[in-house]
């Protein structure tokens, strides 16, 4: 499956984006999808998931701020962001897994597929 990220931009603190992850090429509703970002010198870090039958699960920092769906008919998962903080200024990446181990969802290499960055900046 490929996929394409969208919907990253500068924002200032308090305000909102939502970004948006395109899939093509496989049957998009069996896959779990995630998002990760990395900010500059850091590791990449986990932030939200959402599994075929739409549970959702997010990193404690963006808990309440977040919230990820999924739209199967347009093969397009999204990660709408409210309230950002100077802290969430980073690359945003998504992925995605067929058979994602549900204990291990929170891990980078678990997934096998990646789309291309798109960067959030949050002014402060």
């Known amino acids: 499956v490929q996929l394409q990220a969208s919907g990253g931009g500068l924002v200032q603190a308090g305000g909102s984006l939502r970004l948006s992850c395109a899939a093509s090429?496989?049957?998009?509703?069996?896959?779990?999808i995630a998002w990760f970002r990395q900010a500059p010198g850091k590791e990449r870090e986990f932030v939200a998931g959402?599994?075929?039958?739409?549970?959702?699960w997010y990193t404690e920092s963006v808990k309440g701020r977040f919230t990820i769906s999924r739209d199967n008919a347009k093969n397009t998962a999204y990660l709408q962001m409210n309230s950002l903080k100077p802290e969430d200024t980073a690359a945003y990446y998504c992925?995605?897994?067929?058979?994602?181990?549900?204990?291990?969802?929170?891990?980078?290499?678990?997934?096998?597929?990646w789309g291309q960055g798109t960067q959030v900046t949050v002014s402060s």
């Open positions: 992925a995605a897994d067929r058979g994602l181990s549900l204990n291990l969802r929170y891990f980078a290499n678990e997934y096998q597929y």
């Open positions: 090429g496989r049957t998009f509703a069996n896959y779990a």
């Open positions: 959402i599994n075929w039958s739409v549970s959702t």
